[in-house]
């Protein structure tokens, strides 16, 4: 894996605006001196009505021909050069940590593939090791989504039958915000997206505990469980270790360690999974999460099992 002179793709872009911009600014000035040059230089009172009208110099139009092509030449090998650099062609890409990212309408479905061929199945919440260059594999399961977290990477598009590569790479720890950024239908604007960066460590405990079945059950939450797998919940959702092996929507097996429920719609807490879970519809009209009519107690009972998937 290289070394120090890694830099996450926002860092390199910046760089080449700084650069580009500086480069714009030395123009800009230039032409402006010139311009006021010229407005003083030949103003009327000094030379008396209209200055000397000159046609053709060849010397001045080779000038501000090949300055200006010089110029873009120069811009043009320093954004190819930085394209190059955030580019993720696998082959360029050995030993990067893969992680596929598939956009659904309208959540993200993460699998982070493991050496033995098995994959951590997880949703919304990107966990990713600090200073590691991730190889992100964008695909999606309906239309077109745009993987887009600012401060890291992207913007790069999900594109049904395709498998577009992100280099993902974060140089501080901390959580970043992202979202879609491909117009995708009617729940677009919450089709958030949240990647914590952590050091390696308790990224490798927090990918263990993913990979993990549910805890069993107990209480209240085991009857939430069997309301779970008998009500329409387990056909859309699986919770390993369950019955529940529904795919349509978020692997919930542990729904309880993320920081929000929708997607990003609402904060991860009692109150409001049970809002949630009571009436989609009502946070995230258009969803395919469906109003599922649950009896109270049955209702408090599937909360209290939710909640009980560390
Ligand atoms: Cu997915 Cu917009």
Known sequence: MPGGSVRTSTEAIASLGTIVGAIAVVILVGVEIAIVYAIWRYRSSRVGGIPPQITGNTRLEVIWTVLPAITLVV?????????????????????????????????????????????????????????????????????????????????????????????????????????????????????????????????????????????????????????????????????????????????LTHLASRTTIGAGVLPNNDASLHDWVADPQRFKPGSFMPLVPLAPDDLNAVIAYLRSLQ
């Open 75 to 251: 811009v043009f090998v320093l954004m190819i050069g930085t394209m190059n650099e955030i580019a993720a062609a696998p082959s360029s890409y050995q030993g990067a940590m893969p992680l596929v990212v598939r956009g659904h309408q309208w959540w993200w479905e993460l699998r982070y593939p493991q050496k033995d061929g098995t994959e951590v199945v997880a949703a919304n919440e990107i966990h990713i090791p600090v200073s590691t260059e991730i190889d992100v594999s964008l695909q999606s399961a309906d239309v077109i989504h745009s993987f887009w977290v600012p401060q890291l990477a992207g913007k790069m598009d999900l594109i049904p039958g395709r498998d577009n590569h992100l280099r993902l790479y974060a140089s501080r720890t901390g959580t970043y915000f992202g979202a879609c950024a491909e117009y995708c239908g009617i729940e677009h604007a919450w089709m958030r997206l949240r990647i914590v960066v952590e050091p390696a460590d308790r990224f490798q405990t927090w990918l263990r505990g993913q990979a993990a079945s549910r805890a069993a059950p107990s209480g209240l939450a085991q009857k939430g469980e069997q309301v779970f797998t008998t009500a329409l919940c387990a056909s859309c959702h699986t919770v390993r270790g369950s019955s529940a092996s529904g795919a349509a929507g978020p692997d």
